[in-house]
């Protein structure tokens, strides 16, 4: 037999502590291991049903349109930006790290004027920095903000700019891909309009499906364009009337995803939402402390780092790749490289969901310990 046409493959079992995905329940796991059925069994309706309703709840939202995506994150962004913009339309995006430029990519993509409103990076935008060029820019439809920015460690305040866009009926835009599920986000209470995540990351749940809600204004905002989207798998016209009342078939349904997200789900309201924050936030903030001790230094702004992934500065003489390359293989640890200009530089520590664990930071900073002279 040849040598790619056989044998059982046995991935290790990694401590996930990179910028995700993380590790995943075994409960997860074994939904994930339950009969496959068809797209429009009443069963799988009423798990979508059921994952449509808890995603409210982590979303903080009334959204009708609440639902799954069948890709990954990144599919999440391109649909925020596919459906509402049509050619020419205007968008702010605060820009201070890799997914925001890569956010402002996909809306020029999708056919946008993209208006980048720069900070550097490591640091928060300032809303009124946001506000001023939205000010500048009276005609902008969408203004768009990652909360949790994975490359730098840095969380972004919302409220100020989703206030500003309720009052001027600009579309916000928000990627809560690292943050949905490890910390408060309010969908409603914020003035968002369109809000994704993914499952890989605080929800504790394989890669493989992006979370999102719209709100009932983006909706609008949406039957009323002129052209139409230009991606049919994204439309969420299709995708509404497929997660919503009327059951039409648009897609044929990851089955096995859909289980471990309400899986995945049912554990987050089990330990509680505020628990859950809390957890994060404890947990760390004792990363930080531990990594400061050995000499690590923190990469984001003060006041404003994420609890979930810690961006840190290499120790002077700490070599990346070899060291990371040790924890993965003699550990089984992988912790994230930096992105960008930060590669080589910055390493990118996770602590999310299921991997949000005391000894996990202990195995972590054991191994560091021993290789640090
Ligand atoms: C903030 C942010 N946005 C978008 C993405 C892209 O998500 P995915 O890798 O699930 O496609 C990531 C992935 O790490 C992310 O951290």
């Known amino acids: 037999m040849e040598k790619w046409m056989g044998g059982d493959m046995h991935p290790s079992y990694r401590i996930l502590m990179g910028p995700g995905p993380s590790n995943v329940h075994y409960r997860v796991y074994q939904a994930m291991s339950n009969?496959?059925?068809?797209?429009?069994?009443?069963?799988?309706?009423?798990?979508?049903?059921?994952?449509?309703?808890?995603?409210?709840?982590?979303?903080?939202?009334?959204?009708?349109?609440?639902?799954?995506i069948s890709a990954t994150g990144s599919a999440g962004m391109e649909t925020s930006y596919v459906n509402f913009v049509e050619p020419g339309d205007?968008?702010?995006?605060?820009?201070?790290?890799?997914?925001?430029?890569?956010?402002?990519?996909?809306?020029?993509?999708?056919?946008?004027?993209?208006?980048?409103?720069?900070?550097?990076?490591?640091?928060?935008?300032?809303?009124?920095?946001?506000?001023?060029?939205?000010?500048?820019?009276?005609?902008?439809?969408?203004?768009?903000?990652?909360?949790?920015?994975?490359?730098?460690?840095?969380?972004?305040?919302?409220?100020?700019?989703?206030?500003?866009?309720?009052?001027?009926?600009?579309?916000?835009?928000?990627?809560?891909?690292?943050?949905?599920?490890?910390?408060?986000?309010?969908?409603?209470?914020?003035?968002?309009?369109?809000?994704?995540?993914?499952?890989?990351?605080c929800l504790?749940?394989?890669?493989?499906?992006?979370?999102?809600?719209?709100?009932?204004?983006?909706?609008?905002?949406?039957?009323?364009?002129?052209?139409?989207v230009q991606s049919f798998y994204l439309d969420l016209t299709l995708l509404a009337k497929y997660w919503g009342t009327e059951r039409v078939y648009h897609h044929t349904a990851p089955a096995s995803l859909f289980y471990a997200l309400r899986e995945g789900l049912q554990i987050i309201f089990e330990e509680g939402l505020e628990a859950r924050f809390q957890r994060h936030q404890t947990l760390g903030d004792r990363l930080k402390m531990d990594l400061e001790g050995l000499g690590f230094k923190l990469f984001a702004q003060e006041g404003y780092r994420l609890p979930m992934l810690t961006a840190v500065v290499l120790p002077d003489g700490m070599d990346d790749v070899k060291t990371r390359s040790r924890l993965l293989n003699e550990h089984n640890i992988e912790v994230g490289g930096g992105l960008g200009y930060l590669k080589g530089k910055v390493w990118r520590v996770g602590l999310m969901g299921e991997t949000c664990k005391l000894?996990?930071?202990h195995c972590l900073i054991g191994a560091l310990r021993e290789m640090i002279p």
């Open 35 to 68: 009969p496959i059925i068809g797209y429009l069994d009443p069963q799988i309706l009423a798990c979508m049903d059921e994952i449509s309703e808890m995603l409210r709840g982590v979303f903080h939202t009334k959204n009708q349109v609440t639902l799954a």
């Open 90 to 201: 205007v968008v702010v995006i605060g820009v201070s790290g890799f997914f925001a430029d890569r956010m402002t990519q996909v809306a020029s993509r999708s056919g946008a004027n993209v208006i980048r409103v720069e900070e550097e990076w490591g640091k928060m935008i300032d809303p009124e920095k946001v506000i001023k060029a939205l000010k500048e820019h009276p005609e902008a439809k969408i203004c768009g903000m990652v909360h949790g920015e994975t490359s730098t460690g840095v969380r972004q305040p919302l409220e100020e700019i989703g206030a500003y866009c309720k009052k001027k009926d600009i579309l916000f835009v928000v990627d809560a891909v690292t943050t949905l599920g490890g910390y408060e986000v309010k969908v409603d209470d914020w003035g968002i309009d369109v809000c994704y995540a993914s499952s890989q990351k």
């Open 204 to 228: 504790g749940v394989p890669p493989g499906l992006s979370p999102i809600t719209v709100s009932p204004k983006a909706m609008d905002v949406l039957r009323s364009r002129k052209t139409p």
């Open 359 to 361: 000894r996990y930071i």
